[in-house]
């Protein structure tokens, strides 16, 4: 039984996922706050009647609350040996969580939102084979061998936003220029899904993926031009730096 604390949005793109991929409603069990109530009633989740009930009766708990919240959340709940806490909570380390929830096995995970359509890449930490598969139906498992680690991977979560409002604003700008806004979308999301997985099926190095697009005097050059011109990659680059300081508290 998959347990889950926090049924917010995050939350409820990953059971959205989970039931895609073939895993029963009836095998999870949802906390009574948030989302919990209106989608066991709505899809056939089980509610428990508390977050202590949700404890007692499941192998593995999501945790999927703010992170400033996450320690309170777990506190005083009946933990067992052999039980698996995940945590989708940003910044919030391994021992914080094992502090508050004894006795429970401690894995960080960071899905992202594409997990609704079974497309989030999700970085995990430690790699435990439950929640491995688990995880899996959403898309692919990036398991890495230090917490160090994690964090750092865990800031691909806000690149992933600043991509999608960047395909935002292009096919914003395209429709304005006259293309068809469907088409616009569309169009500008592929181009940015066709860019990941060159690079994540190439065997070439990034850089000499990039430079066999940049033609002298062709339109990939004179628009990095300009984007270098207005300060970037410097500007990109700090705004990673200041979410990993961010996750680093």
């Given at each position: 039984?998959?347990?889950?604390?926090?049924?917010?949005?995050?939350?409820?793109?990953?059971?959205?996922?989970?039931?895609?991929?073939?895993?029963?409603?009836?095998?999870?069990?949802?906390?009574?706050?948030?989302?919990?109530?209106?989608?066991?009633?709505?899809?056939?989740?089980?509610?428990?009647?508390?977050?202590?009930?949700?404890?007692?009766?499941a192998d593995m708990v999501l945790l999927a609350?703010?992170?400033?919240?996450?320690?309170?959340?777990?506190?005083?709940?009946?933990?067992?040996?052999?039980?698996?806490?995940?945590?989708?909570?940003?910044?919030?380390?391994?021992?914080?969580?094992?502090?508050?929830?004894?006795?429970?096995?401690?894995?960080?995970?960071?899905?992202?939102?594409?997990?609704?359509?079974?497309?989030?890449?999700?970085?995990?930490?430690?790699?435990?084979?439950?929640?491995?598969?688990?995880?899996?139906?959403?898309?692919?498992?990036?398991?890495?061998?230090?917490?160090?680690?994690?964090?750092?991977?865990?800031?691909?979560?806000?690149?992933?936003?600043?991509?999608?409002?960047?395909?935002?604003?292009?096919?914003?700008?395209?429709?304005?220029?006259?293309?068809?806004?469907?088409?616009?979308?569309?169009?500008?999301?592929?181009?940015?899904?066709?860019?990941?997985?060159?690079?994540?099926?190439?065997?070439?190095?990034?850089?000499?993926?990039?430079?066999?697009l940049v033609t002298p005097g062709g339109i990939?050059?004179?628009?990095?031009?300009?984007?270098?011109?207005?300060?970037?990659?410097?500007?990109?680059?700090?705004?990673?730096?200041?979410?990993?300081?961010?996750?680093?508290?």
């Amino acid at each position: 039984m998959l347990g889950i604390l926090g049924v917010g949005h995050l939350a409820t793109t990953m059971l959205t996922g989970l039931t895609r991929s073939g895993l029963r409603p009836a095998d999870i069990l949802l906390s009574p706050r948030g989302h919990g109530p209106r989608l066991a009633k709505a899809q056939g989740y089980g509610l428990a009647l508390d977050n202590a009930d949700l404890v007692a009766r499941a192998d593995m708990v999501l945790l999927a609350v703010r992170p400033a919240d996450a320690a309170a959340a777990v506190v005083g709940l009946p933990w067992r040996a052999g039980q698996v806490l995940m945590s989708a909570c940003a910044g919030v380390p391994v021992a914080v969580l094992s502090a508050a929830a004894p006795g429970a096995q401690i894995v960080r995970i960071m899905p992202m939102t594409a997990a609704e359509i079974g497309r989030s890449p999700t970085v995990m930490f430690p790699d435990e084979p439950g929640a491995h598969a688990l995880i899996q139906r959403l898309g692919p498992v990036i398991a890495l061998p230090a917490e160090a680690d994690f964090e750092t991977a865990t800031v691909s979560a806000a690149v992933y936003g600043w991509a999608q409002d960047l395909i935002s604003r292009t096919a914003a700008w395209s429709a304005e220029q006259g293309l068809d806004p469907a088409a616009s979308r569309l169009l500008v999301a592929r181009t940015f899904e066709a860019a990941g997985a060159m690079i994540a099926e190439s065997p070439l190095p990034t850089d000499r993926l990039l430079a066999e697009l940049v033609t002298p005097g062709g339109i990939t050059e004179r628009g990095l031009q300009v984007l270098q011109q207005a300060g970037q990659p410097q500007a990109w680059l700090a705004a990673c730096h200041a979410v990993q300081d961010k996750l680093r508290g």
